[in-house]
């Protein structure tokens, strides 16, 4: 699954602003697709996805974003293999400093000062609730819409890559919208399925009329 910025500072808590912000700076970039000009759609993978909450917890949590740029500098530059440390380490942070547990018998990577208070963050508990986000959001959604007095089943499908909804009434093949919102998008399928009606009835009276 890809996700579009919309869709992402939905699922994460960031806005657009510092989602746009961390990509110009070359902090959190999207592995999917960047953005090639005004206009254009950044598109971030489910890995993207826990590094953008990761960080945002440490920044919840007290921690500078220069101070998380620093750290994950000294990360890549002592742990080569790790490509993505905010998706792939666990961090321990007092508000001020970050520190990093190792794979070999839990060391934590640097001294603890007597009395400091550490706040774990579990990398895999974001990643079990970014996956719930994902799954929520992700979901199609079955509504009931009413045109001309007789109820119509629709299936409301978001659309993760390009934002919004398309939106489609399977007793109608072919009879689909879409829309930016919920709201809008069953607004728009009243159209569709309104402009159906009209187009069969025009066409029956057409073969009446040939017969």
Excluded at 44 to 54: A, E, G, H, I
């Amino acid at each position: 699954m890809v996700f579009n910025t919309k869709t992402v500072c939905s699922i994460t808590g960031l806005t657009n602003r510092q989602v746009d912000y961390w990509d110009r700076t070359h902090f959190i970039k999207p592995t999917v697709k960047e953005a090639s000009g005004y206009g254009t759609a950044r598109l971030y993978s489910f890995n993207d996805l826990v590094q953008l909450r990761v960080a945002k917890t440490l920044i919840n949590k007290g921690v500078s974003l220069q101070k998380i740029r620093k750290a994950i500098t000294w990360l890549k530059k002592n742990f080569p293999e790790v490509e993505k440390p905010l998706a792939q380490m666990k961090f321990l942070t007092d508000g001020e400093t970050i520190f990093v547990l190792a794979k070999d018998k839990g060391v934590i990577l640097d001294t603890l000062a007597k009395g400091q208070l550490v706040m774990a963050i579990a990398i895999g508990g974001i990643i079990e609730e970014l996956k719930r986000e994902v799954e929520k959001i992700g979901q199609e959604r079955e509504y009931k819409v009413k045109v001309r007095g007789k109820s119509y089943d629709v299936i409301l499908h978001p659309d993760l890559e390009d934002g919004g909804f398309w939106v489609e009434c399977p007793p109608l093949p072919g009879c689909a919208s879409q829309g930016e919102t919920v709201e809008e998008a069953l607004a728009m399928i009243k159209d569709a399925i309104e402009g159906h009606i009209e187009v069969k009835a025009e066409q029956g009276k057409r073969k009446k009329a040939v017969a």
